[in-house]
């Protein structure tokens, strides 16, 4: 891959300006002044404004000629956005077959790029955000941002044209005279796998917030989903004391995750008191009697349509141009986006945040459903700027000695902040999705797409955060069979920092077991060298 342009477009009083140029050469008027520089691996385009004026595009042009025996990768949106190594000429769907007034009623373009992003949907055109890497044979050639916290990166791919975009988000305001502004910063690294990750990450200034030590332990969801209550968290924690009882750790942690059910979304600190009568502070505690780090599971940019948040703070919900409340999805009774430049909101996050660690002695926190904070730009800020405005202030909210787990983020966002983050979608407790609903968005649920996910997201691991892969399963009622059991476990130990199930670990037969110390000898060698 080689550098072989850029251009940008500005506008002032006086209209319109586009500016293209080969090569590293600048540009300048009386209006702005354009530097490139480029040394062959790390790249950098500024601006500085000769008058007041708003930058609203910026783009970077790489040349390379695909061969079929490549393999592409473009990094998707969020966690639960396919991401996989595929010929240069595969076809990426956006959602132009499903019919308009279903995707509206359900949100389903929420949850990914859909809103903002054009899917040319033909063969070699695709996109991705922050990074993406050309494969020959062991060869790889890494094209990534480095400026994400400024505002994310498209990439895209023009197979047959041989041209790679690099497109940083503009600045969402105006820039007054005088100010200087990087437009785009990036790495282009070919070599070996570990060699160019390691460069870029290098060129971040980046490793993971609590180093990249595994965790091992449980989590509630595709054992009831939101069905739970005290009772049953209790049993499921005491039978992973029970099935640990055996297995050599090899001095790794251990978690429990009280995940979704224990309150209405967005309500966060008015507990089902029916379900959990002694309160989460007690359940916590019981929980760390067991030797496990307490966890619990909050989405806290999001708020049920029905939830006492929204019909007493209209003005915390985020608008659109429109006025009305931007959907994040449809999930529960429906969900929307808080304003997270709102002091009120920030002020709310806050609390619920330090009220679960501080008050109810949780540990580890696994904050979900995050994109909901860069919905769109507002308040002079890219979604890049708020979405790492966002992380920042839920890192600050938990402390320094919570293990936090970001989940349904823009991964970049995530780098260096949180301990641990979720690399794919959920698993489904069959290994794919039944025909009807593969044709749905790419965030959907799918054990084999999450399973592609923890496999080509793994150069993260240990590099950005620890990788958590999502639950493996080893009981008999999920429509997953044996060997596809053991793949899924040996893919998490392989390429993870995290080895969560929702299983009752005390009902386990001594073959599970037996495959479970297995992954566990796995995972703790690797985290060893």
Request: proline fraction near 5%.
């Amino acid at each position: 891959m080689r550098l072989a342009g850029w251009s940008a477009r500005f506008e002032t009083e006086a209209g319109a300006v586009s500016v293209e140029r080969a090569g590293t050469e600048g540009f300048a008027t009386d209006e702005a002044a354009f530097e490139f520089s480029f040394d062959g691996e790390k790249g950098t385009v500024r601006v500085t404004a000769r008058v007041p004026l708003r930058v609203t595009a910026c783009t970077v042009r790489f040349a390379h000629d695909f061969a079929p025996e490549e393999r592409v990768l473009l990094n998707g949106y969020q966690s639960w956005t396919d991401t996989a190594e595929e010929s240069p000429w595969a076809v990426m769907r956006g959602l132009d077959g499903l019919p308009e007034w279903g995707v509206r009623r359900f949100a389903i373009d929420a949850m990914g790029d859909y809103r903002f992003t054009r899917y040319e949907e033909r063969p070699g055109c695709r996109h991705g955000f922050t990074y993406a890497t050309v494969r020959a044979g062991d060869r790889v050639a890494l094209l990534a941002s480095t400026g994400e916290r400024r505002g994310f990166t498209l990439l895209r791919t023009d197979c047959d044209a041989g041209v790679v975009t690099f497109e940083p988000e503009a600045p969402a305001r105006a820039l007054a005279a005088g100010e200087e502004a990087t437009l785009a910063s990036f790495v282009l690294e070919e070599g070996g796998e570990d060699a160019v990750f390691d460069a870029w990450f290098a060129a971040l200034g980046v490793r993971p917030y609590g180093g990249d030590a595994p965790l091992v332990g449980y989590t509630s969801w595709y054992r009831h989903y939101e069905d739970i209550d005290e009772g049953a968290i209790l049993h499921d924690v005491r039978a992973l004391q029970e099935g640990l009882a055996g297995v050599d750790l090899h001095g790794m942690g251990t978690v429990a995750f009280v995940d979704d059910g224990w309150c209405r979304k967005g309500d966060w600190l008015d507990v089902d008191a029916a379900a959990f009568p002694h309160g989460m502070a007690a359940l916590a505690a019981e929980i760390a009697r067991t030797g496990a780090r307490p966890g619990l599971w909050m989405a806290p940019f999001v708020a049920e349509s029905d939830s006492c948040l929204v019909a007493e703070h209209p003005d915390w919900l985020l608008r659109g141009p429109d006025g009305e409340p931007v959907t994040t999805g449809s999930h529960w009774s429906g969900h929307v986006a808080l304003d997270t430049q709102n002091p009120a909101v920030r002020a709310y996050v806050e609390e619920c945040v330090r009220t679960a660690v501080e008050d109810w002695g949780f540990s580890a926190l696994k904050l979900d459903f995050l994109y909901a904070a860069c919905m769109l730009p507002h308040a002079g800020m890219t979604r890049g700027e708020l979405m790492a405005d966002a992380v920042g202030l839920l890192r600050r909210a938990a402390g320094t000695h919570c293990v936090v787990l970001g989940c349904g983020v823009p991964l970049a966002s995530a780098f260096g902040v949180f301990d641990y983050c979720r690399i794919g979608c959920d698993v489904g407790l069959a290994w794919d999705n039944v025909p009807p609903a593969k044709l749905l968005h790419r965030e959907r649920t799918s054990t084999a797409r999450s399973l592609a996910n923890t496999v080509y997201r793994s150069p993260l691991d240990g590099r950005a955060f620890g990788c958590d892969p999502d639950v493996f399963f080893l009981r008999d009622d999920v429509r997953i069979s044996p060997a596809r059991k053991r793949e899924l476990l040996e893919a998490d130990s392989l390429f993870g920092s995290m080895l969560l199930t929702s299983d009752d670990m005390g009902a386990w037969g001594p073959e599970a077991r037996a495959d479970f110390q297995r992954a566990v000898d796995v995972l703790a060698e690797r985290k060893r060298r």
